[in-house]
């Protein structure tokens, strides 16, 4: 899925280092999220595998 604007040239952590908040609190914020990878899924391969995703969920579930 292509980003909804094209104009953009920054990820969406260095644009709330841009023009995020600076008090404290996000200070704190960012330390809590410091080393934590965020899953960002590929929904081309999701849209394209859903089936079988689910049919493995449901064979290794049981159900």
Known sequence: ???V?????V???EV???LGPSDADAAALTG???GVDVFTPDRQD???NQASYVEAW???AGS
């Open 1 to 3: 899925m292509p980003p």
């Open 5 to 9: 604007r094209s104009d953009l040239t």
């Open 11 to 13: 990820g969406p952590g």
């Open 16 to 18: 709330m280092a841009l």
């Open 32 to 34: 809590l999220m410091d």
């Open 46 to 48: 999701i849209e394209e």
């Open 58 to 60: 449901r064979s290794a």
